[in-house]
């Protein structure tokens, strides 16, 4: 008890000294110009032809699964969050009153959203990144890996869900050491996936430091699990961004989105998992999630288009897109281009505020972009012709 306490009074002694050193470099932290995230603040605002849909709210992440014409959504509880949202920097667990939070389909053809039971999966669920891939042999099914944020340790929740029902059945709830703070998720087998994790200290007051000092070149990584044996296989695979955020994967490459150095990394998987850099993308804009257009292999990366004020927009959860806009973005990196990136989609925040994720169909001429803290939590947008065209 008395340890605890020294250590506690310790770690403010130290956080309070800190104030009064120059903060550059600062135990590696890294310090970002403003420029580098304001490139795309003054580009027009491109949609016109969004619907907000109101079923779910809080909708952190997107993935649609192409096969079934099914998006499937991470969504929960605004208010919640703004309580208890770790990796939004929220922990005051008493506030918050419910630790469950949802999964969605919308069946892009229909128009219609379900909320998927949960099956098998008790203790809390808040939702963050999700991903959803084929099961190898059983084209009825798929698996749908979602970060499981709790009260006690982190987890990756691998689900399976028959296509057509209204149900998830809880496969496999991963935990590990490695598993810290994760984000984002993406699969790479059934049950076989990388994870991002967003800062290095769970809670108490090295969280606090690192909140308030960082964000530190050492803190975030990159993991690779491997879940499909009886012994669980973890391990860290990349590391050096400044706050790893979204990742992806297509073609043989890893792609994890940089939210504070406002970059996407390009890694070559090579054949035991571990990740090779190939090369750096400035985005000009800090970037959230990241989602592959089937038909040529670009990806789609949320931006925030204009400095960030995320206490603000937690405070204000019941007003976002509604009194309290926030510009969103969304920007295209084209395969053939070496994933230079361009604008492909911005809000005023009319549609989404605060937008994480943007998901674009082709085949039906959708964009499907989702908010992390805003009721009504996710907008169908028509796909202009021309921009329609140059995805085939
Ligand atoms: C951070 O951004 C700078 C400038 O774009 C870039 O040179 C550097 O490689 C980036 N580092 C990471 C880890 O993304």
Known sequence: MAS??????????????????????????????????????????????????????????????????????????????????????????KSRKDFREKLYKYDI???????????????????HGIDVI?????????????????????????FEHTLGTDVVTLVKDVQHPT?????????????EFYITNDHYYVSGV????????????????????DASQAELQC????????????????????FVGDSQNATVSVF????????????????????????VIPSNGDLVVAVFPTLENLPLYLDNTEKLGKDLLVPAAALRLRKSANYEPELLYKDSGAAISFMTAMAIDP????????????YGGFAVCALGEETLKSLQ
């Not at 053809?109 to 939702?127: H, Q």
């Not at 090579?270 to 800090?286: I, M, P």
């Not at 085949?363 to 805003?374: K, T």
Request: charged fraction near 25%; glycine fraction near 10%; hydrophobic fraction near 40%.
């Open 134 to 158: 084929a099961v190898p042999g059983d084209s009825s099914k798929v698996h749908i890996l979602a970060v499981r944020h709790s009260r006690g340790d982190d987890a990756i929740s691998i």
């Open 363 to 374: 085949y039906h001429g959708v964009a499907i972009g989702v908010g992390v803290l805003q």
């Open 235 to 254: 391990r860290e695979v990349a590391k050096g961004f400044v706050h790893a955020n979204g990742i992806a994967a297509n073609d043989g490459k890893v």
């Open 109 to 127: 053809k229909s128009k219609k959203t379900t909320e998927l039971r949960i099956e098998g999966l008790g203790g809390d669920f808040v939702t």
């Open 206 to 225: 090295k969280r606090y430091l690192e909140e308030s000092f960082g964000p530190w070149s050492w803190a975030t990584n990159v993991v690779y699990c």
């Open 4 to 93: 605890t306490r020294s250590l506690v009074g310790l770690g403010l002694l130290l956080a309070w000294l800190m104030r009064f050193l120059p903060s550059q470099g600062i135990l590696g932290r890294v310090i970002i110009q403003k420029s580098q995230l304001l490139r795309w603040e003054d580009s027009d605002y491109s949609n016109n032809d969004c619907v907000v849909e109101q079923t779910a709210n809080g909708c952190e992440d997107v993935k649609i699964h192409f096969d079934s014409n099914t998006a499937f959504l991470a969504c929960g509880d605004p208010k919640g969050r703004a309580s208890w949202y770790p990796g939004a920097g929220r922990h005051d667990a």
């Open 268 to 291: 070559e998987i090579e054949s035991d998992k571990s990740l090779k850099l190939d090369h750096r993308v400035a985005l000009g804009a800090a970037a959230d999630n990241i989602k």
């Open 179 to 191: 598993i810290k703070t994760p984000n984002g998720v993406v699969a790479i087998g059934p049950m």
